[in-house]
């Protein structure tokens, strides 16, 4: 296999795994400063709907300036029941890609742990959510895990500081290697100066009138439509928009469900299905406000929505109930609501008030994209002496 060969001043950076689009941007970002291997192992029934075939990359495939990826396609039970092969697999890969250069291991699922002493370098566990959910049946074994992970990597990064506050709590000794750094923005959404008005609505949209309220984003448990509905019955003259692929009755209880049906049948909701990624900057500049009705769940607590960071990057009001602790840190910027009657009448300020703190939403917007963000990184890994150069 090929070595990757890096400027002297470099040291490499392996992502394990880089399937989730945050961790994709935030450590693409990092290659300012280092080689980037991005990680994709998938399962095999998974790797094929998305690249079309079975195979593994036995080279990185370069796929920007000092970013490269190598996709695996894992047979069943590739993170349990064959791990230990996995991970003299994962191990190899990482090593031929390191060559003899410094290197830095991000690992982002806690099962991943158990290479830090195989690699023998710098370590991150990247905590992006509560992952005692991902695997069912194994939730006090991956509570236990975690501990582990935290114990063994030198840094933990949290992208929500709910979470980090946990783990602080949890692990006392660990205090000052548990930190907080939250998702960034995109840049492809930014808008360039702050709106003073929704941009002009897409040809999708011609026949709905303003003003409208909207959201684009994933529409399962996680988003709170009893709420919705007694918000939406309270600005009856108000048009809602919901982007996003259409609910199905597996996605909630059958409570939630039923919420979803009494939204459907309100004459000033609209579901408009899912919109391409590309487009998703479009739709919500043309909002007059943007939404934000999360339910109260597990996921939500431990959660960084990337729509906040989505939004401050619109710059347009932006409404949300008050269920998630990462949103309620930006009360000063959006209108955090306590109850549906609260979040209607934070809907009637906004569309009164159009313009209000939208240049202070856009200016953090700007400190907050996925480069400011590895920067921080970067800077943080200086204070601990991680990258000072090698003797030698």
């Known amino acids: 296999m090929q070595v990757i060969k890096s400027h002297s001043n470099r040291f490499k950076l392996v992502v394990l795994d880089a399937n989730f689009y945050w961790t994709e941007q935030m450590f693409s970002a990092y290659s300012e400063f280092a080689d980037i291997l991005l990680l994709r192992p998938v399962d095999f029934r998974t790797f094929k709907q998305r690249y079309g075939g079975y195979f593994i990359d036995l080279q990185p495939q370069l796929i920007s300036p000092g970013v490269w990826e190598q996709r695996i396609c894992c047979p069943p039970g590739w993170l349990f029941h064959t791990w230990p092969l996995t991970r003299r697999f994962l191990t190899y890969l990482i090593r031929q890609f390191q060559g003899k250069n410094r290197l830095i291991f991000v690992f982002n699922y806690p099962y991943y742990y158990s290479l830090v002493n195989d690699l023998k370098s710098h370590s991150i566990y990247y905590s992006m959510d509560d992952y005692c959910n991902y695997w069912p049946g194994r939730e006090l074994q991956t509570q236990t895990i975690e501990k582990l992970a935290i114990d063994h ?27 907080h750094i939250p998702h960034g923005c995109s840049p492809n959404f930014m808008v360039d100066k702050p709106l003073t008005q929704p941009n002009p609505l897409p040809d999708r949209l011609k026949d709905h009138s303003h003003p409208i309220i909207g959201y684009v984003g994933a529409l399962n448990y996680r988003f709170d439509f009893h709420y919705l509905v007694e918000v939406a019955e309270q600005l009856a003259d108000v048009t809602i928009i919901l982007g996003g692929q259409l609910p199905q009755p597996s996605d909630g209880t059958k409570e939630w469900w039923e919420d979803v049906k009494k939204a459907q049948n309100l004459p000033n909701i609209h579901f408009i299905d899912t919109v391409p990624h590309h487009l998703v900057g479009e739709y919500l500049q043309s909002f007059d406000v943007l939404l934000m009705p999360y339910s109260q769940c597990e996921f939500n607590l431990n959660a960084c929505p990337m729509k906040l960071w989505d939004y401050m990057s619109i710059s ?52 907050h994209t996925w480069q400011k963000q590895a920067q921080k990184l970067h800077h943080l890994l200086e204070e601990k002496g991680w990258l000072a150069p090698q003797a030698n």
Do not use: G, M
Not at 167 to 174: C, G
Not at 316 to 342: F, G, K, M, Y
């Open 153 to 179: 990597a030198d840094l933990t990064l949290c992208v929500a500081e709910y979470r980090a506050n946990l783990f602080k709590q949890e692990s006392p000794t660990r205090v000052d290697r548990i930190v």
């Open 316 to 367: 347009l009001p932006i409404v949300a109930n008050n269920v998630i602790p990462e949103v309620n840190q930006w009360s000063h910027l959006v209108l955090i609501s306590t109850d549906p009657a609260h979040f209607a009448a934070n809907v009637r300020f906004a569309l009164a008030n159009p313009n209000w703190k939208s240049p202070e939403r856009l200016a953090t917007a700007r400190a």
